[in-house]
């Protein structure tokens, strides 16, 4: 493994178990043996390096995330469950998610521009399942009401789930949420759709 690399993975491996704010490059770089000047030689500050984790889990939900024209209502929602393991690889930038936002310029700015583009996604996708039976003809109104409803859960899920569910290991926590994004969905599906959903969250419990 690269030197670069060794100090992405022992930097996510020690945010992850200590959190962000927690590790510095000190610490980094006795974990890895060397000295600093080899982490900044890649990484000149802190949140060079956290920006750089930041990329690697938007690269990830990247090829996740997409418009699809042939969306099943559980493939839909199938779609966040290994997005949502994604960010339990990653845990440590979603639990320092407003620290970041504030302190790290240029992932804020990164962000700004992702999150406007998988709000779109999302829109797609659910104009996808209208368009196939899953749901009922919604208004722009119930359209935005559900992208903001899934996009607040995928963006705070691990928060909560740190505080409300830590008695759960972490596939039972990403199957709750899920959950919660098939239950969001419910109140608007067709007889097609909430059969499906019904399904799924069967499916869920029993995993």
Same mark, same amino acid.
């Given at each position: 493994?690269?030197?670069?690399?060794?100090?992405?993975? *022992?930097?996510?491996?020690?945010? /992850?178990?200590?959190?962000? !704010?927690?590790? #510095?490059?000190?610490?980094?770089?006795?974990?890895?043996?060397?000295?600093?000047?080899?982490?900044?030689?890649? =990484?000149?500050?802190?949140?060079?390096?956290?920006?750089?984790?930041?990329?690697?889990? /938007?690269?990830? /939900?990247?090829?996740?995330?997409?418009?699809?024209?042939?969306?099943?209502?559980?493939?839909?929602?199938?779609?966040? %469950?290994?997005?949502?393991?994604?960010?339990?690889?990653?845990?440590?930038? +979603?639990?320092?998610?407003?620290?970041?936002?504030?302190?790290? *310029?240029?992932? =804020?700015?990164?962000?700004?521009?992702?999150?406007?583009?998988?709000?779109?996604?999302?829109?797609? @996708?659910?104009?996808?399942?209208? %368009?196939?039976?899953?749901?009922? !003809?919604?208004?722009?109104?119930?359209?935005?009401?559900?992208?903001?409803?899934?996009?607040?859960?995928?963006?705070?899920?691990?928060?909560?789930?740190?505080?409300?569910? @830590?008695?759960? /290991?972490?596939? !039972?926590?990403?199957?709750?949420?899920?959950?919660?994004?098939?239950?969001?969905?419910?109140?608007?599906?067709?007889?097609? #759709?909430?059969?499906?959903?019904?399904? +799924?969250?069967?499916?869920?419990?029993?995993?």
């Amino acid at each position: 493994m690269k030197t670069k690399d060794k100090i992405i993975s *022992k930097a996510l491996e020690m945010f /992850n178990e200590s959190g962000i !704010e927690y590790v #510095g490059m000190r610490e980094l770089a006795a974990a890895l043996n060397i000295r600093v000047g080899n982490i900044t030689y890649y =990484f000149p500050t802190k949140d060079d390096l956290v920006y750089e984790l930041s990329m690697a889990l /938007n690269q990830l /939900n990247a090829k996740i995330l997409s418009e699809k024209t042939d969306h099943s209502i559980e493939t839909f929602v199938l779609m966040f %469950r290994q997005v949502f393991n994604n960010h339990y690889q990653f845990r440590c930038l +979603l639990l320092s998610f407003v620290h970041l936002m504030k302190q790290n *310029k240029r992932m =804020f700015q990164t962000y700004q521009t992702t999150q406007d583009n998988r709000f779109i996604i999302i829109r797609t @996708n659910i104009n996808t399942l209208i %368009r196939e039976g899953y749901l009922d !003809e919604l208004n722009q109104h119930e359209v935005a009401f559900l992208v903001s409803s899934i996009t607040l859960i995928v963006r705070f899920w691990l928060s909560e789930a740190a505080i409300s569910f @830590n008695h759960l /290991n972490p596939q !039972e926590q990403i199957d709750h949420y899920v959950t919660m994004i098939c239950r969001q969905l419910l109140p608007f599906a067709t007889a097609k #759709g909430k059969k499906k959903l019904k399904q +799924l969250i069967k499916a869920l419990k029993a995993d």
